[in-house]
């Protein structure tokens, strides 16, 4: 599992409309408001590298009030669950 953390910038009197969008775009787990130079998070979770660009600037940046992204992608992860499992949970193997 290829997780990006995406930080956006969004038009401020659309940010709930953006987020409730975003949070519907397939390969999207989690959508987070935020304060500080970022409007919200969102988590995208997907099982190739290549996949990101569907989701990202596929999707993601073309959210109608989204005016900025910066994305990270994670190279490991530190946590007491297993997370792979958890979020390979309902999907087909091999995908």
Known sequence: MITAIV???ADVSRIPEVAEIIAGLD???EVYSV???FD???LVRV???EQIADVIP???NKVA??????THIAFRTYSQHDLEAAFALGL???D
């Open 7 to 9: 930080l956006i910038k």
């Open 27 to 29: 390969g999207v787990s």
């Open 35 to 37: 304060t500080g130079e």
């Open 40 to 42: 919200l998070v969102a």
């Open 47 to 49: 099982r190739q590298y």
């Open 58 to 60: 596929g999707g993601l």
């Open 65 to 70: 009030g989204v005016t900025h992204t910066e």
């Open 92 to 94: 087909p193997d091999g």
